[in-house]
């Protein structure tokens, strides 16, 4: 029996983890989701083990592997030394699954840039559970701004959405400025009172980003405080677009937009009429393909 050849993309978000693996010869594709990876939250160990355990469970679906070139753009793992390291422990892991292993290791953006424009120059906006801008030059050079998590950055996302959300309820409750996001929390989570709020954020943890859609709806329906929250984000996001481009020259004038964020109409709307006035002259599409088909283009190009 011959082996085979397998190349596989890795998606590893802020809250799930996303696989796509394409044989070559029988030109099978499978798909695979697992818990987060971020190494940052969930530490370097368990997060190799979270990639590796995934690819394990997909190559089962047709062995034996030849040669395997895996790729995972991972949160949290932005920086060179956090990229060796983590491409290493996967390395290690997978060292007995095929007869050849190649590993890398980018940050998630990273993907994002090859699913929309493949190795072709442009810019994206991220805007999911965190966020970040990415664009790659005409001569190939890669430029990042923000990436920097929830604690330092991550304007537009949907944790720092959620998060001045439930921000603008605690200071209605101290007697500031009225919102519906006050009832919609209310009724979304029980929180009616100072306490409550207090105990579902500080006790239960309550996952920040899950409150941005309440926040987005309320913008819709012409809540005066929900609909500053959204202008503040999204132009904090695109100053970080005009920083980036005072760094980088020659960006061919498109900007692929993708994340949770985007999914929701009035948000992306609201991204697409700021981006008019700051970069009229340029194009901007919600990319079709998922990052995760990025992660794999990389993967076969490990293979060249």
């Known amino acids: 029996m011959s082996a085979y050849h397998v190349a596989v993309g890795l998606d590893a978000g802020g809250s799930k ?25 969930v530490g370097m160990d368990h997060s190799a083990q979270v990639l590796s355990a995934l690819v394990k469970e997909a190559l089962q679906a047709r ?40 590993v890398e290791v980018v940050h998630d953006a990273c993907i994002a840039l090859d699913a929309a424009f493949g190795s072709e120059s442009g810019l994206v906006i991220i805007a999911g559970t965190g966020s970040v801008v990415l664009a790659r030059t ?23 959405v959620g998060r001045a959300g439930l921000r603008a309820v605690a200071a209605a409750f101290d007697g500031g400025d009225g919102t519906v996001l006050r009832a919609r929390m209310a ?14 954020v500080y006790q239960e943890d309550l996952p920040l980003q899950d409150v941005a ?30 920083w980036l ?13 993708l994340g949770g964020m985007l999914q929701n109409e009035h948000y992306a709307a609201v991204l697409r009429r700021a981006l008019a006035d700051r970069v009229p002259d340029w ?7 998922e990052p995760v088909v990025g992660a794999v283009r990389r993967a076969r190009r490990l293979e060249e």
């Open 17 to 41: 983890t996303q696989l796509a693996a394409e044989w070559e010869g029988p030109s099978e594709r499978i798909s695979r989701r697992g818990p987060a990876a971020n190494p940052s939250r």
């Open 63 to 102: 062995r034996p592997i030849g040669r395997l070139a895996v790729c995972a753009g991972v949160a949290g793992a932005g920086r060179p030394d956090e990229q060796r390291v983590l491409a290493d422990r996967l390395r290690q892991e997978l060292v007995d699954e095929a007869g050849a292993v190649a």
């Open 138 to 160: 005409r001569a190939e050079t890669t430029h990042r701004v923000g990436g920097w998590g929830h604690l330092l950055g991550d304007p537009g996302s949907g944790h720092a």
């Open 187 to 200: 009724e979304a989570y029980g929180v009616d009172e100072r306490s409550a709020l207090h105990h579902k």
């Open 213 to 242: 859609p309440l926040v987005v709806e309320a913008a819709a329906d012409g809540d005066p405080v929900a609909m500053d929250i959204l202008t503040s984000q999204v132009d904090d996001l695109l100053r970080q677009v005009e």
């Open 245 to 257: 481009l005072r760094e980088a020259e020659d960006v061919a004038p498109r900007i692929a937009l």
């Open 283 to 289: 194009s901007v599409e919600v990319v079709r393909e």
